[in-house]
């Protein structure tokens, strides 16, 4: 028995000894729950979340718990999902203990108290099981705001066959090269573009700007009159100038991501290269036709300086407990368990949406050292992800994400549309985002 199994059997029977919602910690009915109950005596803790294999998981966990069971249920994915959360923070009721989140939605949650910080229930003892940046991404000084579950490192997928046509022999290492590769391309091949910038993606161009050396939001979200906001700096201006001077020149094109008109250029060879994350695999191997005649290849993430790497992520999700938990030491307990085993992790990992944030499975040979058949019987985790998520120091996000998300978008549209200049652009978007944070009644520094 691991330790962290061994203090869950304990929280778990405090919670029956003192019979916390009679013979639940929070009262849900077993008949409602979407996984089976199979201990229908032992405390019962709510879970929302919508892995694609966390019905299972949680089967798993629940056969292998008479202490605890979990009440799990699928609300709907992120759009779905939040609105539902926070109407339930709002009347006061019908929050789950647990809740899946994306890391770069937590901090929204935060700054209003919705979310437990889980340092005062030891989760802090959990921290060297996990990577550096994956801790990071869920922690803002002392307070853990959820435990980490999956990330998302990312590097370049690129189509070595369309590469060879325009003369290239190796994917780029810097920005410069790729830069020098997408002009060339242009040059040779008749049909398609060497690569694309998707305006709609704007926490992916968060990445970006971070990884040029921009931090874009340093605050403690004890004290949110803490904010200093960072839109319209050297590095942000950097980033942006360098991908709309690539669409001015036509070496790249700025269709976005996740239509049907990306979809097929990814799918038909018209798209040489792709800036996405681990679970970018299953983006392109999801595509018909994708992978008939094409050979995919992931390469790391171009650097602006080779010397000094810098890797970033794209997505990633954590389990949160919700302030509404009954017995949010219990609570804790279930989220750092839920995905702790093996058999959970190879679960979620098979079922294709999961890059595991915890060293013993990024670590497991039989898993980074793995043949991907679609890639070229690659090894893409040992060769790409598993090293740039080692090297991922974590990121800071925004508490107003629902506001930053859209006029970061609305700017990188424009730019790329040729509609705006970049650095005016970005002064637009600073003082937007400023006077929006403002109107907040936080201060920002």
Same mark, same amino acid.
């Given at each position: ?16 000894? *003192? ?98 910080? *889980? ?13 550096? =940046?994956?801790?990071?991404?869920? @922690? ?22 369309? *590469? ?42 968060? @990445? ?6 921009? #931090? ?21 201006? /950097? ?51 994708? =992978? ?36 949010? /030491? ?16 190879? #679960? ?21 050292? /793995? ?5 070229? =019987? ?14 991922? /120091? ?33 002064? =637009? ?17």
């Amino acid at each position: 028995m691991t330790r962290w199994k061994m203090v869950l059997a304990a929280s778990a029977a405090a919670a029956l000894l *003192l019979g916390t919602s009679g013979c639940s910690a929070t009262g849900a009915d077993p008949d409602s729950c979407t996984a089976p109950i199979v201990h229908r005596d032992a405390p019962r803790v709510t879970v929302w979340g919508w892995w694609n294999a966390m019905g299972d998981v949680v089967e798993q966990f629940n056969q292998a718990h008479d202490n605890v069971q979990v009440c799990w249920t699928n609300v709907g994915q992120s759009a779905d999902e939040y609105p539902k959360l926070r109407t339930a923070f709002a009347a006061q009721t019908g929050a789950p203990d647990i809740v899946m989140i994306e890391n770069e939605q937590l901090n929204s949650f935060a700054v209003n108290g919705s979310i437990l910080d *889980l340092a005062p229930y030891g989760v802090s003892e959990a921290k060297a099981e996990f990577t550096e =940046g994956a801790w990071q991404n869920v @922690s803002v000084g002392d307070r853990v705001l959820a435990v980490p579950v999956d990330g998302g490192p990312v590097g370049l997928y690129y189509r070595a066959d369309l *590469l060879a046509k325009a003369g290239i022999d190796a994917p780029p290492k810097t920005w410069e090269e790729y830069a020098e590769q997408a002009e060339q391309y242009r040059k040779t091949v008749k049909d398609g573009t060497y690569g694309n910038f998707s305006a709609n993606t704007p926490s992916l161009a968060l @990445s970006l700007f971070q990884q040029a050396g921009n #931090t874009a939001f340093s605050y403690d979200a004890k004290d949110p009159n803490a904010l200093r906001i960072s839109l319209d700096d050297k590095a942000t201006r /950097k980033v942006t100038t360098y991908w709309h001077d690539l669409i001015e020149k036509g070496a790249v094109d700025h269709v976005d991501a996740f239509t049907t008109d990306n979809s097929t250029m990814l799918a038909s060879g018209l798209q040489a290269t792709y800036i996405g994350a681990s679970w970018g695999t299953g983006v392109l191997a999801g595509l018909a036709d994708a =992978g008939s005649g094409a050979d995919w290849r992931v390469a790391p993430l171009p650097q602006w300086d080779t010397d000094n790497p810098v890797s970033v992520q794209w997505g990633g999700s954590s389990l949160a407990v919700t302030k509404q938990a009954a017995d949010p /030491k219990l609570a804790t307990r279930v989220a750092l368990e839920l995905y702790g085993s093996e058999k959970a992790m190879d #679960t979620e990992i098979a079922a294709g949406d999961l890059f595991p944030t915890r060293l013993d499975k990024l670590n497991d040979s039989a898993y980074a050292d /793995k043949a991907w058949p679609f890639f070229g =019987g690659q090894k893409i985790v040992a060769d790409v992800f598993a090293p740039a998520a080692a090297a991922f /120091k974590g990121q800071t996000f925004s508490p107003f994400s629902g506001y930053l998300y859209p006029t970061v978008q609305e700017a990188l549209t424009a730019v790329a549309q040729g509609k705006a200049d970049p650095d005016k652009a970005l002064a =637009g978007l600073q003082s937007d985002v400023v006077n929006y944070v403002e109107q907040q009644g936080v201060t920002v520094r």
